[in-house]
């Protein structure tokens, strides 16, 4: 069974940063793709930044130049560093693994506000 746990959600100010971690448990391919999605309410979820097993990362042109998605596979881990956060970016952020099959994390909620 696989699992994600994610944290480094919180409250932060605009111009702010946070890094988000999610821990991938379990059956994991070595091939696969790691991200990260975000839904804010009456919104649909939308990707922020994914990254493939030895590929680039890509990024929603909304979070160009200020998210950062790394990932360290010998921890089955990704992380998505967050700088000069704005009050758009508050959402509720997934991660996600796919690996022929997909999975979730329960999500952890980003705010920013002032």
């Known amino acids: 069974q696989v699992r994600l746990v994610e944290s480094g959600g919180g409250l932060v100010q605009p111009g702010g940063s946070l890094r988000l971690s999610c821990a991938a448990s379990?059956?994991?391919?070595?091939?696969?793709?790691m991200g990260w999605y975000r839904q804010a309410p009456g919104k649909q979820r939308e990707l922020v930044a994914q990254i493939a097993t030895g590929s680039n990362p890509n990024y929603a042109d909304s979070v160009k130049g200020r998210f950062t998605i790394s990932r360290d596979n010998a921890k089955n881990t990704v992380y998505l560093q967050m700088n000069s956060l704005k009050p758009e970016d508050t959402a509720v952020y997934y991660c996600?693994?796919?690996?022929?099959?997909?999975?979730w994390g329960q999500g952890t909620q980003v705010t920013v506000s002032s």
């Open positions: 379990g059956s994991i391919f070595s091939i696969n793709v």
């Open positions: 996600n693994l796919r690996m022929g099959l997909e999975y």
